[in-house]
T-cell receptor, first 115, second 112 residues
Framework: DTEVTQTPKHLVMGMTNKKSLKCEQH?????MYWYKQKAKKPPELMFVYSYEKLSINESVPSRFSPECPNSSLLNLHLHALQPEDSALYLC??????????????FGSGTRLTVV | SQKIEQNSEALNIQEGKTATLTCNYTNYSPAYLQWYRQDPGRGPVFLLL?????KEKRKERLKVTFDTTLKQSLFHITASQPADSATYLCALDMGGNNRLAFGKGNQVVVIP
């Protein structure tokens, strides 16, 4: 299995809702990532997990809460979002030491709309 | 801070020609540099990785060069095909810990 699977593909939520984005991979990658991408912009790094521990938080607002329950799963919990948080949320995985062996594998993303 | 610069203008190219894209960075040379392809509404797809001690890397019709003196990477698609039409993103390691940052991307349109 060489894929990163993200669910749901589309999500519409109100500003008072709580929802979660899910990401799963079975490639044995021990680094997993959340990126946010707005239209016609590059992906922006939000969080990095390495060996199931949060290693990087790029000053993301606390209304985004990541969780890595095990080496195959990554969640992003959403609460009290703002309309400007509407974007494509991408999950990715890689081997921890990417400099030697290869790139990141991205999922197809969750298209999030906050109303 | 490190900046990654890619030409924001779309590159229109005739089928069969070579498309060349440029990625410049401003400060320290990264340990490695990656190139990705992204189609609308989809996640980026990894194409090639080149390390700082490598001058050139090839994969099928793709070629990447890395010049740490010029602080530049060039990405070539030879014998371009309409199916190569996409946005191509340059990505750099921003100092370790798997902190990968992307350039704005360069759209390529291959005209039949």
């Amino acid at each position: 299995d060489t894929e990163v699977t993200q669910t749901p593909k589309h999500l519409v939520m109100g500003m008072t809702n709580k929802k979660s984005l899910k990401c799963e991979q079975h490639m044995g990658h021990r680094a997993m990532y959340w990126y946010k991408q707005k239209a016609k912009k590059p992906p922006e790094l939000m969080f990095v997990y390495s060996y199931e521990k949060l290693s990087i938080n790029e000053s993301v607002p606390s209304r985004f809460s990541p969780e890595c329950p095990n080496s195959s799963l990554l969640n992003l919990h959403l609460h009290a979002l703002q309309p400007e948080d509407s974007a494509l949320y991408l999950c990715a995985s890689s081997q921890v030491l990417t400099g030697g062996v290869g790139g990141y594998t991205f999922g197809s993303g969750t298209r999030l709309t906050v109303v | 801070s490190q900046k990654i610069e890619q030409n924001s203008e779309a590159l229109n190219i005739q089928e069969g020609k070579t498309a060349t894209l440029t990625c410049n960075y401003t400060n320290y040379s990264p340990a490695y540099l990656q190139w990705y392809r992204q189609d609308p509404g989809r996640g980026p797809v990894f194409l090639l990785l080149i390390r700082e001690n490598e001058k050139e890397k090839r994969k099928e019709r793709l070629k990447v060069t890395f010049d740490t003196t010029l602080k530049q990477s060039l990405f070539h698609i030879t014998a371009s095909q309409p199916a190569d039409s996409a946005t191509y993103l340059c990505a750099l390691d921003m100092g370790g810990n798997n902190r990968l940052a992307f350039g704005k991307g360069n759209q390529v349109v291959v005209i039949p």
